[in-house]
């Protein structure tokens, strides 16, 4: 589903973030990405949503060789991946339910659709009583919750994940990464880049490390 | 294993559920809508910032636009001048009535005067004295001061032919002295077309001051979003996606500029209206002042709101390319 073919990905200032790195994703896995801060679990995440481009080698994601995908093509591309961010990244001057529904209105989706796209997405995390909340009024887990319900609402193939329990107590770190399972089970290809070792290795799914821009373990299934 | 099967034919029906000319054009409508609804909001939402923008595009429009409307005016008041252009043939004080009478026939049968007027010296007093309210000063005078006179109108148009005829009739021994009634006339219409060009300077500068301000506040609306651009931008929104809502924001702010300039033109005529019917009373006229009228108002509601979009277009051609997700 995501492979990675001898990338490699230098910074401007000459800061080597990713050497040479191979990996094969398989369609319908949960795979961890882990490894010390800047040690290029970002940099492998935004070379597949198209947020860099790699310095050399390729990356071919859902059968698409990304080198191929223009910059006006990137929305399209971004639309087919649901991605969560560790600092939830929402939309502050507006409810948790316009929040999650922005994929649907951007991939324009009819009004019954995106609502009832939206409640179902908000039920599967837990915060359907909440859609007319605003984000400020939130708790920390609460707003990372509506994040995977946005990143889950277009049905995306593939999901991403930064460091989403990033500022979560343990219980409910547990609690998220069990949503990221449970998507992995209906059939989305998950990646979660997380340095939570504790956590993700009882969850028994495989983990590729990286340390300082190579890949060091986890590289074949 | 169940499980994914179903996941997969959802993931089919999700697809299929978007295909198709139509539907995609109906989303492109839909987000129109919503972006125009939105940003309409956005607008009223600050009424008093929002107000003071329209009122600097309503200023800066109504100034060109007024003025044009008072040249429009003029124009209309002196049409009835225009033409044809007349040329007073002032006859020799020793001429008699008869031989007058003769001169003026000869005139009116020529090809190139169309017509040709005989008034005789005590018709003229008449007049004058009516006219002027002089009655009871002329009366007091032993002796007629004004002479007999032909109004003579050439054929031709143009002043030029004009002027030939009024030399070659002023050659002629009957003639003491013939004035063509038209240097005054070409001068009020020359100095009507400086007016206008001038007109048309200012408004070519304040049109580019307009667009320049739209661009600003537009920018300065893009500044202020600039993280919700990017999380669109992050979830798949095109720049096309994230412009619309700012090229209506431009569209508003034109449009509503437009209607503020159409209000302003209307209540300055307002405001000199009394005044100028009690000139034109003055004037023995019924000249009365005439406005931009629906269709003049309608095209500058029209002409702010292409501004407003040229000045957002250029904002957001600048800015909006710059905001992406890092």
Redesign the interface.
């Given at each position: 589903m995501i492979t990675f073919d001898r990338v490699s990905k230098r910074y401007d200032e000459g800061h080597d973030a990713l050497r040479e790195v191979s990996v094969d994703i398989d369609r319908?896995d949960l795979v961890f990405l882990t490894g010390h801060s800047g040690a290029g679990k970002s940099t492998l995440l935004r070379l597949i949503?198209l947020?860099d481009r790699p310095t050399r080698g390729q990356v071919t994601v859902d059968g698409r060789n990304l080198a191929t995908v223009g910059s006006?093509a990137i929305?399209?591309?971004?639309?087919d991946i649901g991605?969560v961010?560790q600092n939830h990244?929402?939309?502050f001057?507006r409810p948790v339910f316009d929040n999650v529904a922005?994929?649907l209105?951007?991939?324009?989706?009819?009004?019954q659709?995106v609502g009832r796209r939206v409640r179902a997405a908000l039920d599967k995390v837990g915060l359907l009583e909440r859609e007319r909340a605003m984000p400020v009024t939130l708790s920390g887990g609460e707003q990372q919750r509506v994040g995977i319900a946005?990143a889950v609402v277009?049905?995306p193939?593939i999901l991403l994940a930064d460091e989403p329990t990033g500022n979560l107590d343990p219980a409910l770190s547990a609690e998220i990464m069990q949503l990221f399972e449970e998507f992995n089970?209906?059939?989305?290809t998950v990646l979660i880049a997380s340095h939570d070792l504790a956590l993700i290795s009882r969850l028994r799914h495989r983990i590729i490390t990286l340390r300082e821009g190579r890949l060091v373990s986890g590289s074949a299934a | 294993m169940s499980a994914r099967r179903l996941a997969a034919q959802r993931r089919e029906g999700a697809s299929q559920s978007r295909t198709g000319f139509q539907d995609l054009y109906r989303a492109w409508m839909r987000h129109h809508r919503l972006s125009a609804a939105d940003s309409l909001y956005r607008v009223l939402d600050k009424p008093l910032s929002s107000v003071l923008t329209w009122l600097v595009i309503g200023i800066a429009l109504a100034l060109p636009v007024g003025l044009n409307v008072a040249l429009d005016n003029v124009d209309h008041l002196s049409s009835g001048w225009d033409s044809p252009a007349q040329i007073s043939l002032f006859l020799r004080e020793d001429l008699e009535a008869d031989r007058a009478q003769q001169f003026q026939q000869a005139l009116a049968a020529r090809e190139d005067i169309a017509g040709a007027r005989y008034v005789s010296r005590e018709e003229a007093l008449a007049e004058f004295s009516e006219l002027s309210g002089f009655a009871d000063v002329l009366a007091s005078l032993d002796e007629n001061p004004l002479p007999d006179l032909v109004l003579v109108t050439p054929a031709g148009q143009g002043g030029e032919a004009a002027s030939a005829l009024r030399e070659e009739l002023q050659a002629t021994p009957e003639v003491a002295q013939a004035v063509l009634d038209m240097e005054w006339l070409q001068r009020l219409n020359s100095l009507m077309e400086l007016s206008r060009r001038l007109v048309l300077a200012v408004g070519g500068l304040l049109v580019l001051g307009v667009v320049l301000i739209l661009g600003n506040t537009i920018r300065l609306a893009i500044e202020s979003r600039r993280e919700e651009i990017v999380i669109v931008k992050l979830v798949g929104g095109s720049n096309a996606f994230v412009r619309r809502p700012f090229l209506y924001t431009g569209l508003w702010y034109g449009v509503g500029g437009g209607v503020f300039a159409a209000t302003l033109v209307a209540l300055s005529l307002w405001f000199l209206s009394a005044p100028v019917d009690q000139l034109a009373a003055l004037y023995q006229s019924g000249f009365q002042l005439s406005g931009l009228g629906i269709m003049g108002a309608l095209n500058l509601v029209i002409l702010g709101g292409l501004l407003g979009l040229t000045g957002a277009w250029l904002a957001v051609a600048r800015h909006l390319v710059e905001i992406e997700p890092r």
């Open positions: 319908d949503m947020m006006r929305p399209r591309h971004r639309r991605v961010f990244q929402l939309l001057d922005l994929p209105i951007i991939a324009g989706y009819d009004y659709e946005r277009g049905k193939k089970r209906v059939g989305v | -």
